[in-house]
């Protein structure tokens, strides 16, 4: 009777472990359904299966850190801004001018010299930022006379320095080495922002226009002339020109397909009149105020002209009519009454005599005075949308 009971109860402890292990082995599908295939995630993986799931984890593991590494880099990239790889029939210039001028001496309010070169990165990081393609550097200091020849001093300190590191930032990099020799003034020019513009080309971007320096190297034929524009190799043209000038060249079509690049000399306003692409800006140095209007490049001159001062009126309450050449005068610490006070051929009582608009561009300033390199920013974001919408045409 014993035995009778003992095999009974094995019997149900063999029937319980089997329901156990089918119940395990069943699992639901994505429908729902009861799925009797073999469940492998109840047992041991074998060290095959192991080696194998770390070989996998590992591959995904490197594909995951590439594609990182590749979006990082793409994001670090500098990426070219309107930069052309060729002409289209659709695309329109931009035939006016934007013009600020600005007098030196706010340089010389600087206490060190690396201030005084951040003030002068910060004017040109403006100046590309918003499409200027002039800066007048103006003298607005009093002329000091040597007491035995009665001859003027030279210009100020400031003048010089500013002239100097705006037209260095806006020469392309593989350029600068021929046209600035080492110099005090440029001492940390090479820590400033860059000013990274349109024609600031790196050597594989693709372009029809670029900067270049007429190589002292002579071509093999005769009547051309090389041309360094930072490619791998020069640049001929069908021109002769004196060795060390800089130039803008347009390059043929398809020439980064030709291992001798060719191209002809264009103006350097070209990409801007006829491609509408923003190609930096000229320095011009004027000695006094008056000669930032009398010294003006533009043949007729500049047609508007805008002086900004607290004093004048709300840049919001001002319209501008159409023009081609504008010019935008901020002053120094004393202000354009400083500027007008020391210039001997200027006959007006009141800087706003002088210009066509006198603007404030900063109404209800809640500091009591804007520094040059902020008031810079501050107009030229403020007169942005009323010059773009002067220009369109009804």
């Known amino acids: 009777m014993a035995n009778a009971d003992n095999a009974m109860q094995d019997a149900k402890v063999d029937n319980s472990t089997e329901k156990f292990k089918k119940r ?64 289209c029939p659709g695309v329109k210039g931009r ?55 009665g001859h003027e001093s030279k210009r100020s300190r400031g003048v010089e320095q500013l002239t100097r ?29 860059p000013t990274d513009m349109p024609h600031h080309l790196r050597g594989d971007d693709i372009s029809i226009y670029r900067e270049g320096i007429v190589s002292r190297t002579k071509a093999d034929k005769e009547g051309h002339c090389l041309v360094k524009i930072g490619l791998k190799a020069d640049c001929t043209v069908q021109m002769v020109l004196r060795p060390s000038i800089r130039v803008t060249v347009k390059l ?9 690049p060719t191209g002809t000399i264009v103006s350097p306003s070209e990409p801007r009149t006829k491609a509408g692409v923003y190609w930096g800006y000229t320095v011009r140095v004027a000695k006094n105020l008056s000669s930032v209007f009398t010294g003006s490049t533009y043949k007729g001159g500049y047609d508007l002209t805008i002086g900004t001062s607290e004093k004048g009126k709300t840049v919001d ?28 051929k200027l006959e007006a009582d009141d800087p706003k005599e002088l210009f066509d608009h006198y603007v404030d561009t900063c109404p209800n300033q809640g500091s009591r005075t804007i520094r ?15 010059i773009k919408n002067c220009q369109i045409e009804s």
């Open 317 to 344: 309450d001002i319209t501008l009519p159409k023009f081609e050449h504008l010019l935008i005068v901020f002053g120094g610490v004393g202000g354009l009454e400083q500027a007008l006070q020391v210039d001997d």
């Open 165 to 193: 590191i705006l037209q260095y930032l806006e020469c392309p990099q593989y350029l600068r080495k021929f046209f600035f020799p080492i110099h005090p003034d440029l001492q940390f020019a090479g820590i400033l922002n």
């Open 24 to 87: 395990k082995l069943e699992r639901l599908d994505k429908d729902g359904n009861v799925s009797t295939k073999p469940n492998f995630y109840g047992r041991k993986k074998t060290r095959d299966e192991k080696k194998k799931q770390r070989q996998e984890e590992l591959v995904e593991l490197l594909d995951r850190k590439a594609a990182q590494a590749e979006a990082a880099a793409k994001a670090a990239k500098p990426v070219p801004k309107n930069i052309l790889s060729g002409l």
């Open 95 to 149: 035939n006016y001018t934007v013009s600020i001028a600005l007098p030196g001496s706010i340089l010389d309010n600087q206490q060190n010299p690396e201030l005084r070169s951040y003030v002068a990165g910060q004017i040109a990081r403006a100046a590309a930022v918003f499409n200027v393609d002039e800066i007048v550097v103006f003298d607005d200091t009093e002329n000091k006379k040597d007491n035995e020849d």
């Open 372 to 386: 040059s390199e902020e008031a810079l920013f501050v107009s030229l974001s403020a007169l942005r949308p009323i």
């Open 252 to 260: 043929n079509d398809g020439y980064e397909f030709d291992r001798v």
